[in-house]
């Protein structure tokens, strides 16, 4: 099949269904998940899909948002590695914020049992990972808890954030370019996200290789403000080494 007719399938599909995702695609066509991504990027550039997160949506439909328990289930075997890597991001003391996240939140259930931290999230799933953790003192940023990411937002938590300084924040997106930074479907959680970056000295971010390249409505920070991203095998050489000219550090775990 040529790309312009596995293209136009691609398009009824996500009409159909409302939702493509990479891996299914590949299946489906007998191409490799590199091959369907371009497929993806060429029907966004063209106004008929937009990327998100491990696939796409209808052109039209920015604001969708997968619920916690796909989200969960995409890309499991890569957020498992990154977390494990993030590991040896924790300070040995001193505070730590975890932004809400699957991949966080699995880096929040790997933490060692002799970890003395001070940990700050507004994430309850993260939360009730450490709330048994005997060295962690575990602070629960309050405020309106979202039901698909159940996340705080709102104006509690952002005086919370306000508050406080970390010594690491570990970040979550949705997506992520050097065109358009860090976005999120929802503004809410992208200014509590803005006021975590705030207000962390070091900030590292842990996104798997398929968000690379999707932008969603809401954005909350550069590139450039992130320290370390750790990420997958999945991203190209070619774009760590231009995230890296930004300033950023980038750390590639095998998938």
Known sequence: MYAPERQQAILRLARD????DVLSLADEFQV????????LKSLDRAGLLRRVHGGAIPAGRLDFEPDLAEREGTAAGEKDQIARAALAELPAEGSVILDAGTTVARLAAAFPLDSALTVVTHSLPTAARLADHPGIQLHLVGGRVRHRTRAAVD?????AYAEIRADVLFLAANGFSLEYGLTTPDLAEAAVKRAAVAAARRVVLLADSAKHGTDHFAGFCQLGEIDLLITDTGLPLD???AI???GTEVLRVPR
């Open 32 to 39: 490799t998940a590199e091959t369907i991504r371009r497929d």
């Open 155 to 159: 104006a509690w938590a952002l005086r």
């Open 17 to 20: 269904s409302g939702r493509v």
């Open 244 to 246: 890296e000219e930004g």
């Open 239 to 241: 774009a760590a080494g």
